[in-house]
Each structure stands twice: as C-alpha cells, then as structure tokens.
C-alpha cells in the first residue's frame, strides 16, 4: 500500500479501460481477444525497476523463489541474470495468455538443482485472466515445487478450470511420491479457496497463516497470496515485507 496510488495508475495503463470493464462487468471478458497497445510498453520500461525485490531477496536468502508479474519483453533475462549470481541453479518462468506485446510472467527459482515441469493451466487472453504457471522438480529430493498467478474469482467459469488443473497436476505428483509446495497470488483468500473440495483434499496448510498481503485497489489489505505445503511440513518463522509493490512480499521458513 505504500505506492498504492502509483501502483493503480500502472494497472489502469497496462490493462487499459478493460479494466473498468472487470468491475463493472465481468461476463464481457468471455469472448475478449488479446490486446495490443504501444503505450503499454513504453510505460513500463520507463517505471520499471527491479532494485527493491533484488534488495529484499538479497536479505532474506530464500533457497526457493517464487516471483509474479514479471514482463517477459523487459524484466525476465534481467532477473535471469541477477538471479544466477546470487547462486540460483534453476530459473524457470511460466508465461501468461495475455498481452503478447507486454508478456505476464511467473518465475520459479531454486539454489538447489530443479528440473522444469509441463503444467497445463486454463487462461484468458485478457486482463485478471492469469499470470502463468511454472513448475520444477527438485532433482535430489521429493519435492516438487510450483509457483501460480491464478485469474480472479470475478471470472467463475475460469477460475474452477484453474482450481481443476491445479488439482490434477498436483494429485499426479503425488502418485509418484512426490511431496508439493506450491505459492503465489491466488487471488483469494484460503478460506475461499477451501470451498473447492477437490483443493481441501490435497491436504495442503497456509504456511504463512493467510496474512493479509494486498489493498486491491482499496485502502484494505486482503488476504491473497499464500504458500501451502503438505501437512507434515512446520512453518518456523512467517512474515511480510512491504517493497513498493501493490502486493507485500511473504517469507516463510518450512522444515519437516
């Protein structure tokens, strides 16, 4: 919230009037076709600045990264880059359905080796639609981690199509003996996304304790973004971290 004013001008720019179009009416988005827009670009090359999450990342040294709304055409071989001289192995990104002149992004990055993983994953070609989906294997153990920009829950019809992938991807690692960890913005409180009774059979916990993470266009945070891991897993220490973003940046320590 502390950039909340600039931050809502840069949604406004990005995403265009179709923006208004989400709030007022959502059931218009069904059919809408991918945009293009020069001034979109230009804005964000202009704005875009990378410095506060590599500083808060610099300082928590998290071994597994999860990072959202990265734009693909400006700011992914940068992270790349920065990321692999802080000593991460695997680099990944899943890139969204929308935008192809300002692509969405979601990276997940691991210190320890990982092998990138196929997930199908349900998208709009328009904005709230999603922001990618991106997994990986860690290579010497049985985790398998993956990172997630889901649509918002204004969107019904996709929102249950990702919830479905998501659970069909997740119940196949697990077949195989494969414990998940799987984060990001949800767009969506856990007690909503408990309501998906396919979801709560995952047996999955909020590590972070569903604290309040994003304004959304108001002057109120709400609970959006969240890690679960499996149950045998503890959360030893949780927290927030406020780094000029219109969402606030969660750390969590896990251990079996």
């Given amino acids: 919230m502390d950039n909340l004013l600039v931050n809502t001008i840069g949604h406004l720019v990005f995403h265009g009037w179709s923006m208004i179009a989400l709030f007022l009416n959502p059931t218009s988005f069904k059919n809408r076709k991918k ?19 590599l500083e808060v990342i610099k300082k ?15 700011q992914c071989s940068e992270i790349e880059k920065e990321l692999s001289a802080l000593g991460y192995s ?26 990138k ?28 981690v993956v990172g997630v920009h889901m649509c918002t829950p204004k969107f019904p019809w ?21 414990e998940v960890i799987i984060a990001g913005d949800w767009n969506a409180s856990t007690l909503f996304l408990k309501k998906y009774p396919a979801f709560s059979k995952l047996n ?7 604290m309040l993470t994003c304004p959304t266009f108001l002057p ?12 045998n897993f503890k959360t030893i220490n949780s927290k927030t971290i406020a780094f000029g973003s219109d969402h606030l940046a969660v750390s969590v320590e896990v251990g079996k």
């Fill in 117 to 144: 993983l196929a997930i199908e994953f349900t998208e709009g070609a328009h904005a709230g639609g999603g922001g990618g989906i991106v997994g990986l294997r860690l290579v010497q153990s049985n985790i398998t």
């Fill in 220 to 231: 109120k945070l709400e609970p959006l973004d969240h890690i679960f891991v499996p149950q």
């Fill in 35 to 53: 945009t293009l827009n020069p001034r979109r670009i230009s804005y964000i090359k202009k704005h875009s600045s990378l410095a506060s999450i």
């Fill in 90 to 115: 695997s680099i990944y990104f899943g890139y969204s359905a929308h935008h192809d002149d300002a692509t969405v992004s979601s990276l997940v990055a691991s210190k320890i080796k990982g092998e």
């Fill in 204 to 210: 999955l916990i909020n590590s972070e304790g569903d």
């Fill in 60 to 74: 928590e040294k998290p071994d597994i990264l999860m990072l959202n709304e990265l734009i693909k055409q400006i």
């Fill in 158 to 178: 996709l929102y249950d199509a990702q919830i479905a992938d998501i659970v069909k991807f997740l119940e196949t690692e697990k077949l195989l003996g494969r």
